[in-house]
């Protein structure tokens, strides 16, 4: 299976990269093809210009690549931190410039843009790992839980991926080794369900 996989944090000694690490190599393990990025690490232009917003419109060649690679992937894995209820502004820019109209959803001829998209993903399922120094139960009582909403409602179920999996690890500033040794383990867990050998 071909896979995208997707980290976004600044700190390559952050629990972050060493949860993607041990994703990628899970997979990696059982066969599967990973097309990973570090976007931080590749330094990943965020800001749409608007002369990118249209359909078919000219692409930085470093954007087109991720267009191709989100069109390919059979799954995606996204890791990154919950920040201010939302993913880290640069991962927020590579959804706007990546998953395009052609590329990730379209319209309807005719539907200028009011309508409901048809999804063109072909990814099925999509892991999502969230870092956090929210409490879950904080997070779901008093915030809603922003990032679930905004993961499966808001962009994956919209460009066609409905089996959506997040799983929030918090709190992180205060675990210790042990509880970031299970929380790895869960996560490799996780990942060998979604996408058996």
């Known amino acids: ?4 996989e997707i980290l976004a944090h600044p700190e390559p000694a952050s629990f972050n990269h060493a949860l993607a690490e041990e994703v990628r190599g899970i997979l990696l393990a059982a066969g599967h093809e990973v097309m990973y990025h570090d976007l931080y690490g590749e330094d990943f232009p ?4 608007g002369a990118e917003i249209p359909a078919g419109a000219p692409l930085d060649p470093q954007v087109a690549r991720h267009c191709r690679e989100l069109s390919r992937a059979e799954g995606l894995i996204l890791v990154h931190p919950n920040w201010w209820g939302q993913p880290p502004a640069l991962l927020k820019g590579w959804v706007d410039r990546v998953f395009r109209p052609g590329v990730a959803y379209r319209f309807q001829p005719g539907d200028g843009g009011a309508g409901v998209p048809e999804g063109l993903l072909t990814a099925r399922t999509a892991l999502i790992f969230n870092t956090g120094n929210t409490p879950p139960e904080r997070e779901r009582e008093v915030f809603g839980d922003p990032l679930e909403t905004l993961w499966t409602r808001c962009i994956l179920n ?5 089996d959506v999996r ?6 992180v500033a205060d675990s210790n080794p042990e509880q ?4 790895i383990r869960e996560a490799r867990d996780m990942a060998a369900d979604a996408f058996p050998a």
Not at 46 to 49: D, G, K, R, S, Y
Not at 166 to 171: D, E, K, P
Not at 180 to 183: I, N
């Open 1 to 4: 299976m071909t896979l995208l």
């Open 46 to 49: 965020p800001v749409l210009p």
């Open 158 to 162: 919209f460009c066609g991926v409905r």
């Open 166 to 171: 997040r799983r929030l690890f918090a709190t």
């Open 180 to 183: 970031r040794r299970a929380w």
